[in-house]
């Protein structure tokens, strides 16, 4: 009995002596839920050309979140520090095509800081406490939607313009000549 007591503590004081990452922020439910897909879910957009693209939620997770480490999650290999400090907690939600292998990506972070990934091709964040409080898209109204647009400063060009709701997600992305809006599902 005695030494399965010595044991005990000696296992109890050696892990208390491993470090463990430490998160400064986590991330409310209000948050998390500004991303409002989930696993399994499909999506239908419209591209420019006005084929119908069907996405679907392929990855859905609520993780430990570093800026310069955020594919540690989603890639291996990438020679994450498990003792290494961490900004806060992130919740990132993947979208693929299956009909061009496209993909669609969102990353929401404490105090609703959204980053979008388009593709390969284009990162975007924006902070969702910034809002119009009425857009009408396409002849839909939606409320509390944030927009971003910019515009090449050297020859005055469309880079992006993207439309995104808390209840609906993408509502719209226009990317140089690419563009994908929103096909209202039955349950809307």
């Not at 990132?92 to 390969?120: A, M, W």
């Not at 924006?126 to 939606?142: A, E, F, R, T």
């Not at 944030?146 to 005055?156: P, R, T, V």
């Not at 000549?177 to 039955?186: G, K």
Request: proline fraction near 3%; charge should be negative.
């Amino acid at each position: 009995m005695k030494k399965l007591l010595i044991i005990c503590t000696t296992l109890i004081m050696m892990s208390s002596c491993i470090e463990h990452a430490h998160i400064y922020q986590k991330l409310s439910d209000e948050d998390a839920a500004a991303i409002p897909y989930q696993l399994g879910q499909r999506v239908a957009f419209l591209n420019q050309d006005g084929d119908t693209l069907t996405y679907e939620v392929v990855f859905d997770d609520t993780y430990p979140y570093d800026l310069d480490r955020f594919f540690s999650r989603t890639h291996e290999g990438t020679g994450q520090n498990p003792k290494d400090d961490y900004y806060c907690y992130a919740r990132t939600v993947i979208l693929e095509c299956e009909q061009n292998n496209h993909s669609l990506g969102f990353t929401i972070r404490p105090d609703k800081d959204l980053i979008f990934y388009f593709g390969n091709d284009l990162d975007l964040n924006g902070n969702l406490l910034s809002y119009q409080p009425y857009v009408s898209l396409d002849g839909i109204d939606y409320t509390n939607v944030h927009h971003e647009i910019l515009y090449s400063q050297y020859n005055g060009q469309l880079i992006y313009d993207w439309y995104y709701n808390e209840a609906f997600g993408l509502l719209f992305i226009q990317y140089y000549n690419q563009s994908l809006t929103r096909v209202p599902s039955s349950q809307d």
